[in-house]
């Protein structure tokens, strides 16, 4: 299963190349027929391939048939006031709840560089941001790279306003409607049709 602008050209790609790849002979031997799906648009092509791909479970589409599981970065108060953040792996996000989510990411170490970046571009603690265990002061304050909000000499509101300014490019945009929404593709080779 796959989507093409050009259909002609994936289709003669799979047996032209054949001889090179181990998967393209199996795929070639195999083939017994084609079947081709116009949509509208890219977005469609993108839905219907995927739709496709769960439904037929083909041998050969490993990737879309993955269940993605992404690492977020959550925001968490702690009890002295202080925004934390704390990494979660997740298999899926519920749209209702990303109010306290500061980041998606592909996996924790990912999420840990993101981290570990803002933290020496903002000047935020390393315990605060879970990359490092412990208590007092951190290490980064030693080295003059966090205020003290880990032993409480940094003021909460100051560390707190710098950790959303830090965060703010990273944070997971809220749905902006109170519905969903239709979206419709239209093609001019496909007149008097929508999708």
Request: hydrophobic share 35%; net charge positive; with cysteine.
């Amino acid at each position: 299963v796959g989507k093409s602008v050009r259909v002609r050209e994936r289709v003669m790609s799979h047996f032209t190349s054949d001889v090179n790849d181990p998967k393209e002979i199996r795929i070639s031997q195999q083939v017994t027929h084609i079947e081709t799906i116009p949509t509208h648009g890219e977005f469609g092509a993108l839905l219907l391939e995927s739709q496709t791909i769960k439904a037929l479970r083909p041998i050969h589409n490993r990737r879309l048939l993955r269940h993605k599981i992404v690492t977020i970065i959550r925001r968490v108060r702690d009890a002295n006031g202080y925004l934390r953040a704390d990494i979660e792996d997740k298999a899926q996000i519920n749209p209702e709840h990303t109010s306290d989510i500061l980041g998606v990411f592909n996996g924790r170490s990912s999420a840990k560089s993101a981290l570990k970046e803002l933290g020496d571009n903002f000047y935020l603690c390393a315990r605060l941001l879970n990359l490092e265990k412990g208590s007092g002061f951190c290490f980064r304050y030693q080295l003059g790279k966090c205020w003290g909000a880990c032993g409480g000499k940094e003021p909460n509101e100051v560390y707190n306003q710098r950790f959303e300014d830090a965060f703010a490019r990273l944070k997971v945009q809220e749905w902006p409607y109170d519905h969903p929404i239709i979206i419709t593709e239209q093609n001019p080779d496909m007149l008097g049709q929508s999708n």
